[in-house]
């Protein structure tokens, strides 16, 4: 079976760079089955709490006859990794920051020995950041790009201690450094969003000056980020 990834989790695959991995709400195994062919990987858990896709992810595993490489376990988040695993880098992908830091906060204490943590969050990456920050992990990499219309960020974290400030937080600790083509465009498409709220604002009648004055705060910042000076 040849197995295609798409261009997002193939620069998830890009970051990995240790040999037992966990793949928490595994997208059919897609990751864990990648790496392992590619020999990137000796060992790894795919770990999905939903039926459907966890029997997808036990018949691919199979079909690439690597059963003795991948475990696929139905668990909720963190609680598919065991002891004996030793698992050494945490990948989990495509999903809220919310839900992605709610899962490192129920299942820290599986994170004692876990060297590296790989996440890419669709959405609210500031949360992500700060639960990372909190659980003593600091950010060594992010990456963004763009599929099929939609732009990701992801962010590799190593054991060690950071201070990120608010801005750092919001939009990454490298990425505003870079000011790559995608950051600019996604950052740009936050600003008319803005634009289009603060118009619609306008036309109330009782005028919350309050989230004007808010709004129009954040997109000083945000056009400061993006600004090439």
């Known amino acids: 079976m040849e197995l295609k990834i798409t261009k ?21 195994a897609y990751l864990p089955i990648y790496l392992a062919k590619a020999k ?24 690439n ?16 990794i065991e002891k004996q695993d030793k698992i050494e880098v945490i990948t989990i992908c495509g999903m ?14 599986k994170l004692k020995k876990v060297e590296c943590l790989i996440l890419q969050p669709n959405v609210a990456e500031y949360l ?10 600091k950010i060594i990499e992010e990456k963004i790009i763009e599929e099929s219309s939609h732009i990701y960020e992801i962010i590799v974290c190593i054991k060690g201690k950071m201070k990120l400030n608010a801005k750092q937080k919001k939009y990454g600790v490298y990425l505003p450094q870079r000011k790559e083509k995608v ?47």
Do not use: W
């Not at 006859?65 to 475990?71: D, F, G, P, S, T």
């Open 8 to 28: 997002r989790l193939k620069e998830v695959a890009n970051q990995v760079r240790h040999k037992r991995l966990a793949d928490i709400g595994t997208d059919h």
């Open 40 to 63: 990137k990987i000796e060992y790894a858990v795919a770990g999905d709490v939903v039926e459907g896709p966890h029997k997808i992810s036990l018949e691919n595993v199979k079909e």
């Open 65 to 80: 006859n690597l059963e003795n490489v991948i475990k696929c376990r139905k668990k909720d988040g963190l609680e598919a």
């Open 96 to 109: 809220g920051g919310k839900l992605i830091s709610d899962i490192l906060e129920k299942g820290k204490e």
């Open 128 to 137: 992500v950041r700060e639960k990372v920050e909190e659980l003593g992990y």
């Open 183 to 229: 950051f600019i465009k996604k950052y740009q498409k936050e600003i008319k969003k803005i634009d289009y709220i603060l118009k619609e604002l306008e036309k109330s009648e009782k005028t919350n000056k309050e989230k004007i004055l808010s709004l129009q705060k954040e997109k000083n910042m945000i056009k400061e980020v993006i600004s090439k000076k």
